[in-house]
Each structure stands twice: as structure tokens, then as C-alpha cells.
């Protein structure tokens, strides 16, 4: 896993967190390209909760799917007609 790629799954957004902050940037890049990265998380887990409310990652236009239109339910009527 690279770094950028650890971003976006923090739901951050890597290039306005490079632009916006770039010292920290690359002290974090630095550090997790030595550490694995739930040591990482468990080490800035709280910086990265801030960084992710500052640098929040947009997300990406979805397609919404239209429900289809739902089919009236059959009555029940009784076989036997008196």
C-alpha cells in the first residue's frame, strides 16, 4: 500500500493535504514508508481524524440506480367459488 493510496482510504484528499500542509506531508510519507500501516494509525490516529476533517477526500459522482417500479402484490383469492 502506498502512501497516497493510505489516504484516500482514510478518506483524505492526498493533494490538497501536499498542498495545504507540505512539512507534514512528508514527515508523515516518511514514516510510513518505515512502519506498517496499522502502526502508523495507531500512532496518529488522532492527527489523522483533524487531517481528514481539513483535507476531506470528495467523494466521487455515483451513479444512482433507479429502483424499479414495484409490481402491485397478487391478491389471494380462494380457489372454491360458491
Known sequence: ???KE???????DPDRF???NNRL?????L???QVHPDS?????????NKIRRLYKLEPEDKKTVE?????PK???APRIKK
Open 1 to 3: 500500500m502506498t502512501w
Open 6 to 12: 493510505y489516504l484516500i482510504s482514510k478518506k483524505i
Open 18 to 20: 501536499k498542498s495545504g
Open 25 to 29: 506531508f512528508r514527515e508523515f510519507d
Open 31 to 33: 514514516l510510513f514508508s
Open 40 to 48: 502508523f494509525t495507531a500512532q496518529k490516529l488522532y492527527l489523522i
Open 67 to 71: 429502483a424499479p417500479a414495484k409490481k
Open 74 to 76: 397478487p391478491k389471494m
